[in-house]
């Protein structure tokens, strides 16, 4: 049986990569060391996979920042405003797409996130009159690399049919004008490929969502193209994150050599799939877990494999991860102060590679021992009471309608909250952090450590608030924050202090480019023994006569940004969270704080991919936000945020989550997104960014007066705030502070003339 992995994460048992892109990008070290450490971790990946015992290697699935973006590169897909800067290097301009160029005033590309994952891709950009043309062949480089290791080197590239439905396109342009052409430079690919490898990896997760019926027609011609350049190389077409379903056919039609399949999120298609797969096609069985840090069931997985033994035979099929382990950090090795009682449930990446060999060896009748250890572990998973807290139990089960309702209805509420917040017409407000520089990050890390003691810890954080403080009242902006110096992270914040969590000392995961996040893991039930933030947000209102702006993760957020129990519906722990979360909204509150903004960054990321099972999800999901801030006042200014742009499928929710004030990203798609908005009479408050903080770049006052402009044609002035596109965690302060300046006086500008 042929055993594989779909992808390794990239960025390093000790974020190496991270480390090396930052140090190139700051100029303190040159681009051989990035290279060499390119070459390092990629040898080092093939490794493990081998070491593990795996049959094959993944090559390709390496990337200095995307592989969506490598994939743009790889076609030649240049935007036109990356092309003017000449006499470069081919990597620096790769950053610049990544990026964005601050001193030559070029905005980065699009970023969004992979399918339902908390990882982002850059957006490839169908623009007119483009000239598609093969402009790399890094993939064919990597894969004489690795054969001259002597690995087995199975490579992967993203499908021509995902890569394109995943994109945009300008107006006037249609995409599928460019399939031809792209498709030529994938067989030209593969055609160069072929004589090294036995199998070539096809990513087409585009396969598990809802598709138009236009682009499933693509599929049999484009792939009996691919198929032909392929040769004497066997395509494996990959589908993961879900289930074909009535995609089924189309995959098959590909008539690629193998389909993969993701049984972990995709177990309900495999009768169907059993049924119809054609008598030569391989089968992948993607059962080891590519989302999530459990240990696999090995006794279930048996028992797949069995089945699907007696029905195709076991020399038709692969073993493998459901998807690429992208998505889940390195080595479990690393982890040294975890209970034991928990990480004996865990595996990481290596480890899910032994997995993905141990499941292939145990189906041919090895492993019994291992086996039974396993049945061991599942079975006292059932019976730990330790994850079990009957109190929190019966308090979820209590919830009711009630409860997840405020006392009036918008309208009412606003009349009480303009009656003493007295702001503005646009409102300036940042969306919570302030950059976190290197002395916030050591001082954070050594009190955590114990080198550091208490009081000391926060009289630096108070004096940090201060600053804060100060910064803003002299920018001017109406409503202030705290800026978050103390958390880590807006998520591991609020699990460090929850019970029900906990925490990997070495667990990251690539967020995007050098940005990788260390979620945490949900365990057991969750409860809040104390109050988390009220401290802080106290502290900063004492110092200001400004109204400050509470900062709360949302319960969806946090759930859908954290390694979830697998033993209980998400749905339960969502609620346990929102009960959590509310009674901090309560101690805010009776702390005096009358604002209370309570981040729902991961909402939408957290939709299923399919249409028929969103409805489901939203329900629960916008039932445990409102569960979270039912019980505010009315004068109580409830915000929330989101981190995207693509609101339209979503908007009635949006609205049922009835928020006060809710800001969104929307500087990079130039207010597009508030179509959504006037489309569906937004009822209440909006805050469309107007900065893009993904990049250091500073936007000029009459852009920013330009994006303002754009958002009252939408939104009228007495319902429109004005703020960046998301936290500011990640720049610097002197570009922060410009960027402020900016927005702010952009929005007095504006203000005169109303
Ligand atoms: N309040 C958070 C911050 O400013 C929100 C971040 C987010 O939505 N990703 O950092
Ligand atoms: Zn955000």
């Not at 590309?109 to 483009?130: I, Q, R």
């Not at 693509?218 to 392929?230: M, T």
């Not at 959590?580 to 960054?601: F, H, M």
Request: net charge negative; proline share 5%; glycine share 6%.
């Amino acid at each position: 049986m042929e055993t594989h992995v779909l992808g390794f994460p990239r960025i390093g048992t000790n974020r190496e990569l991270k480390k090396a892109l930052e140090s190139y990008w700051k100029g303190t070290s040159k681009k051989e060391d990035l290279f060499a450490c390119e070459n390092a971790l990629k040898e080092r990946h093939w490794w493990f996979q081998r070491d593990q015992g795996l049959s094959m290697v993944t090559v390709g699935d390496f990337s200095f920042y995307d592989q969506m973006l490598d994939t743009t590169c790889l076609l030649g897909m240049i935007p036109q405003r990356f092309q003017t800067v000449t006499d470069e290097l081919e990597l620096d301009r790769y950053f610049r797409m990544a990026r964005g160029d601050a001193a030559a005033n070029i905005p980065a590309m699009e970023m969004t996130k992979w399918f339902d994952s908390n990882y982002h891709y850059l957006v490839p950009e169908f623009t007119p009159g483009m000239t598609i043309r093969r402009s790399s062949d890094k993939l064919v480089r990597d894969t004489v690399h690795a054969l001259s290791r002597e690995f087995r080197a199975k490579p992967v590239l993203i499908g021509p049919l995902t890569y394109i439905s995943l994109g945009m396109e300008y107006s006037g342009v249609d995409r599928w004008q460019y399939l031809d052409a792209i498709v030529d430079v994938y067989c030209s690919v593969l055609a160069e490929l072929a004589p090294y490898c036995i199998w070539i990896q096809i990513d087409e997760p585009i396969l598990c969502t809802d598709l138009p019926q236009q682009v499933r027609e693509l599929f049999a011609p484009v792939y009996r193209k691919l198929k032909q350049a392929a040769g004497n190389a066997k395509l494996l077409l990959a589908t993961y994150f879900g289930s074909l379903d009535e995609n089924l056919t189309t995959a098959l039609e590909t008539g690629c050599d193998g389909l993969h399949l993701d049984l972990v999120r995709g177990r309900r298609q495999l009768d169907q799939v059993l049924d119809l797969l054609p008598a030569t096609t391989i089968l992948s069985a993607g059962l080891v877990d590519g989302r999530n840090i459990w240990k696999n069931n090995l006794r279930q997985s048996k028992e797949v494999i069995e089945q699907l033994t007696s029905r195709i035979g076991s020399d038709r099929i692969m073993v493998a991860s459901s998807c690429s382990l992208l998505h889940v950090p390195v080595d479990l090795l690393q982890e040294r102060r975890l209970a034991p009682g928990i990480k004996d449930r865990m595996a990481f990446a290596v480890q899910k590679c032994r997995e993905v060999a141990v499941l292939a060896a145990i189906a041919e009748g090895e492993h019994e021992p291992l086996l039974r250890e396993n049945d061991q572990l599942f079975s006292e998973q059932c019976n730990d009471t330790g994850i079990l807290r009957r109190e929190v139990r019966e308090r979820a089960a209590a919830v009711n309608e009630s409860m997840l309702t405020r006392t009036s209805p918008y309208p009412v509420r606003k009349q009480r909250q303009d009656a003493w917040l007295q702001l503005p017409l646009l409102p300036t407000t940042t969306i919570g952090s302030f950059p976190q520089t290197t002395t916030i990050r050591s001082i954070r890390n050594s009190y955590h450590k114990g080198t550091l003691a208490e009081a000391a810890y926060r009289s630096f954080i108070q004096s940090e608030i201060r600053s804060a403080v100060e910064q803003q009242e002299r920018l001017g902006l109406d409503v202030l924050v705290h800026g978050e110096s103390e958390r880590n992270d807006m998520v591991e914040y609020f699990g460090q202090q929850l019970d029900g969590f906990c925490f990997m000392e070495n667990g990251w995961v690539q967020s995007y480019g050098s940005r990788c996040v260390k979620p945490p893991v949900i365990y057991g039930d969750v409860a809040r023994p104390a109050p988390m933030t009220v401290d802080w947000i106290s502290y900063t209102q004492s110092l200001t006569a400004k109204p400050v702006k509470g900062m709360l993760t949302g319960p969806v957020t946090i759930l859908n940004w954290s390694f979830v129990r697998n033993d209980l519906p998400r749905a339960e722990v969502c609620k346990q969270i929102a009960l959590a979360i509310r009674d901090e909204v309560a101690d805010l509150e009776k702390a005096g704080i009358g604002i209370i903004q309570v981040d729902e960054a991961a909402l939408r990321e957290g939709m299923p991919l399919r249409q028929k099972d969103a409805e489901r999800y939203l329900r629960w999901a916008v039932d445990c936000f409102r569960l979270t801030v039912g019980g505010a006042a009315d004068s109580t200014q409830i915000h929330t945020h989101m981190c995207y742009s693509k609101f339209n499928a979503i908007m009635p929710w949006i609205i049922e989550m009835d928020a006060d004030v809710i800001s969104i990203e929307a500087s990079r798609s130039k207010m597009e997104l508030l179509s959504a908005f006037r489309q569906y009479h937004y009822p209440n408050e909006i805050g469309p960014g107007i900065y893009d903080i993904h990049s250091p770049r500073v936007p000029e006052e009459e852009e920013l007066v330009a994006l303002i402009r754009l958002a009252l044609q939408v939104i009228p002035p007495e319902r429109l705030w004005i703020n960046p596109d998301c936290g500011l965690k990640t720049r610097q302060w002197p570009e922060t502070l410009a960027s402020l300046r900016n927005l702010v006086t952009a929005a007095h500008q504006i203000r005169l003339e109303l």
